[in-house]
């Protein structure tokens, strides 16, 4: 009688081994996601040194990110779109209204107004220390880059954003207040008495610290924990950068959402708040006191 080997291939000789029996699909695609195209040509990479999130952690971190908008930017996102319905359904043109950025809170009580004025600039900021709080908890406070280590080089890069930003927007708009589709712009309307000048560079100091600790350093390190590709990452921050200027009209909007891709791309290269901190203060300052100098004198500001 033949044995069961005799005149076929044994299954051992016919069946590939197991080491070289492909992979499983789910071995494969284990390990950090693709990055594209766009990512590697910017060198932007999620962080490779942050554990692995628990869906709890997940789930905590997300409503950590919706509570610190709720009461800070993301509101002023929401109310500037409400005031934007408002302008689109008045009786007059975009570019026959205007906005007031700084204005007087008490018009004729000098020492009042000035108390109040500096009440809201510290409230304004508050949300920033909510952020460093957050971020000293999850030991993470130096990944967006806020301190001193650097004083030289941030400064540069934070002037020369200021410049090449500044004179374009500058541009912009003017260019969609003549096409009607932003508001006209005053930039102060403030008493003049002898605290003047400092409040409006006060003002500009809080705008930069609240918008650049907040949307770019803090929310894009957190997205970043969480996964998300930095382009997207980048696309979420300008757009919400975006949303709590449309008080201004869509020039607003567009403006600042450029200058939120700007911000966020080179925030993941850089890794640091401070160059934009910086930049975005002496925009303002130069757009408040500017203007306080020139009112009157230019033909295009009012």
């Known amino acids: 009688m033949a044995s069961p080997g005799d005149g076929q291939p044994s299954l051992a000789a016919a069946a590939p081994s197991a080491a070289a029996a492909p992979a499983p699909a789910a071995a494969v695609s284990a390990g950090p996601p693709p990055v594209s195209r766009l990512s590697q040509r910017l060198g932007l990479t999620r962080p490779t040194d942050s554990p692995e999130l628990s869906r709890r952690d997940r789930v905590l971190l997300r409503w950590e990110i ?19 319905i408002g302008s689109l359904t008045a009786h007059h043109s975009l570019a026959s209204q205007s906005v007031t950025l700084n ?3 008490a018009p004729g009580r000098p020492l009042l107004d000035l108390t109040l004025q500096l009440v809201g600039l510290a409230s304004g900021v508050a949300p920033v220390v909510l952020a460093f709080y957050l971020l000293a908890r999850a030991n993470d406070t130096k990944s967006i880059g806020v301190d001193r280590s650097q004083p030289l080089r941030d400064f540069l890069r934070g002037a020369g954003l200021a410049a090449f930003i500044g004179g374009c927007g500058l541009g912009l708009v003017i260019i969609a207040y003549k096409l009607g589709l932003a508001l006209n ?13 400092p409040i409006l560079l006060l003002s500009a100091l809080e705008n930069g610290l609240l918008e650049e600790v907040l ?8 997205l970043r924990r969480l996964g998300v590709r930095p382009e997207y990452a980048v696309a ?4 919400l950068r975006g949303s709590y ?5 869509f020039g607003g909007f567009v403006g600042n959402a450029i200058m939120g891709i700007i911000f966020g791309t080179l925030f993941l290269r850089w890794r640091r708040a401070t160059p934009m901190i910086i930049a975005h203060t002496l925009i303002d300052a130069v757009a408040f006191i500017g203007y306080a100098l020139l009112v009157g004198h230019v033909s295009w500001l009012v």
């Open 215 to 222: 949307v770019t350093g803090y929310l894009l390190t957190r």
């Open 236 to 239: 979420i921050s300008a757009t």
């Open 66 to 84: 919706f509570a610190v908008f709720a009461v800070s930017l993301g509101a002023s996102g929401v109310s500037a779109f409400v005031s934007l």
């Open 185 to 197: 712009i005053v930039a102060e309307n403030e008493p003049s008495v002898w605290w003047k000048y």
């Open 245 to 249: 200027h449309l008080y201004q009209g």
């Open 103 to 105: 204005g007087s809170q």
